[in-house]
């Protein structure tokens, strides 16, 4: 069996374990990255689309932006629709930060194209099928390439292999506690050749269930439904989709031209934490120990957020042999993911459609939106945990 080493194993090329290895990089600690899928899959799978700023300034600071500021859509503001009308909250003039629509594929071709450029290798098509010895210094992870099973020996193991990944199973049962929520509905996505019909994102609480206009580029449309939980995309067909979109964007909806629908697929939604995010030499990061439902945009920030603590955890035990930082990690990285937690938890439960929702619970949602859009300290509330909450110091 062939054998590799390196100072990190990154199992997942996601935002998580790119972000990772570039940070890593910068700092001149060497990482591979294990990757199932082909370059090619990856940079094609349409999912989130929101940056918060503190995303962006990370992918500044790593010389990774130049076509994200070229081509990201600044935004800065949002609109709430309910009762049949739209409430901008001037999500900039509150926090004086503003959000950049650009496309999660887009966020990995860059992060793929300057890791292979800077000659570090991706292993794409490999699959991480074992961890050995994380309760030791000497953990390894065997992969699959082709026919062949290898093994990674390294000091750590990031696993950034998402919700369905193997690094977290691979953690002893009950050294995690699992904390967990699913709702009662999901969402319908689309990517339509449509020029956008706002210049901003519109969230929309309706009687037929929420819906979610962004964009893409000036001429690609991102469009979201809520459907039913176990819902097939079969049941979708395109004529539906317009219909449901007219319906719920309302007098919005007049200018949304009907395109080509270029992308459609069910995204369930659910809550769902994995503390510790450590054990021993291996670190979840990402979707590997949090998941959020979509309402927030906050998944990839959060994957974003973990990394840069556990990078700077990593540095100082490779530069000052200081381990405080790793033993804090977990810590440090809950505390953000909690608060992104309960914010996504919140946006969904005002915007949805429940359908065993006694009337009483619709009018509190219909009541709360008002507020939120009517006071300026609740939508400052909204706008900076929109925005992304600033980091903690470490
Ligand atoms: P991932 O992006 O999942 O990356 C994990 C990587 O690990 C994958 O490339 C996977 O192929 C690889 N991997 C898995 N197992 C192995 C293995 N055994 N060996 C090697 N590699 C492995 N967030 C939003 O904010 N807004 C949205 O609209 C939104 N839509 C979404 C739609 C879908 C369908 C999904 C699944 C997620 C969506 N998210 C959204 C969430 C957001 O995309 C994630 O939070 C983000 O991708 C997390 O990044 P990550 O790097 O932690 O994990
Ligand atoms: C997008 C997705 C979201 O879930 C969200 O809250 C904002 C934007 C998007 O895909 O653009």
């Known amino acids: 069996m062939s054998s590799m080493r390196a100072q990190v194993g990154i199992v997942g090329a996601g935002p998580a374990?790119?972000?990772?290895?570039?940070?890593?990089?910068?700092?001149?600690?060497?990482?591979?990255?294990l990757e199932n899928r082909s370059r090619r899959y990856v940079v094609e799978r349409v999912r989130a689309g929101l940056l918060e700023q503190g995303t962006v300034d990370l992918m500044t600071d790593l010389g990774l932006a130049a076509r994200l500021h070229r081509k990201g859509l600044v935004h800065e503001g949002l609109s709430l629709r309910f009762s049949g009308r739209s409430h901008r909250i001037p999500l900039t003039e509150l926090t004086g930060k503003v959000v950049t629509i650009y496309g999660q594929n887009e966020?990995?071709?860059?992060?793929?194209?300057?890791?292979?450029?800077?000659?570090?290798?991706?292993?794409?098509?490999?699959e991480a099928v074992g961890l050995?010895?994380?309760?030791?210094?000497?953990?390894?992870?065997?992969?699959?390439?082709?026919?062949?099973?290898?093994?990674?020996?390294?000091?750590?193991?990031?696993?950034?292999?998402?919700?369905?990944?193997?690094?977290?199973?691979?953690?002893?049962?009950?050294?995690?506690?699992?904390?967990?929520r699913e709702y009662p509905f999901a969402w319908v996505g689309i990517l339509s050749e449509s020029p956008p019909i706002s210049h901003e994102l519109i969230y929309v609480h309706h009687a037929r269930g929420f819906a979610l206009f962004t964009m893409r580029s000036p001429q690609l449309s991102r469009l979201y439904l809520q459907c039913t939980p176990d819902d097939d995309i079969k049941n979708w067909p395109d004529a539906r989709i317009w219909e449901e979109l007219q319906l719920r964007l309302g007098d919005e909806g007049g200018r949304l031209a009907e395109g080509k629908v270029t992308q459609k697929a069910v995204t369930p939604m659910r809550s769902f934490v994995a503390a510790p995010m450590r054990h021993g030499r291996l670190f979840l990061a990402g979707d590997a120990a949090h998941i959020v439902p979509p309402t927030g945009a906050k998944g990839l920030n959060l994957a974003a957020a973990d990394v840069r603590v556990l990078a700077r955890a990593l540095v100082e035990y490779y530069r000052h042999g200081r381990e405080d930082l790793l033993d804090r990690y977990s810590d440090i990285c809950l505390r953000r993911v909690w608060k992104g937690q309960r914010f996504s938890w919140w946006m969904t439960s005002m915007l949805h459609r429940f359908d065993d929702q006694p009337e009483f619970d619709r009018q509190v949602q219909l009541a709360e939106l008002d507020y939120v859009t009517g006071s300026r300290a609740a939508m400052t509330s909204l706008a900076e945990n929109y925005v992304g909450l600033p980091f903690e110091d470490i």
């Open 17 to 33: 374990g790119l972000l990772l290895a570039h940070l890593l990089r910068r700092d001149g600690i060497e990482s591979v990255v």
């Open 107 to 126: 966020v990995m071709k860059d992060l793929i194209a300057a890791r292979l450029a800077a000659g570090d290798d991706i292993l794409f098509e490999a």
């Open 132 to 180: 050995e010895g994380i309760d030791t210094t000497k953990p390894s992870i065997r992969f699959r390439q082709g026919d062949e099973e290898k093994v990674l020996a390294c000091d750590f193991i990031a696993g950034c292999d998402g919700f369905h990944g193997m690094c977290r199973p691979a953690i002893p049962a009950g050294a995690l506690t699992f904390y967990d």
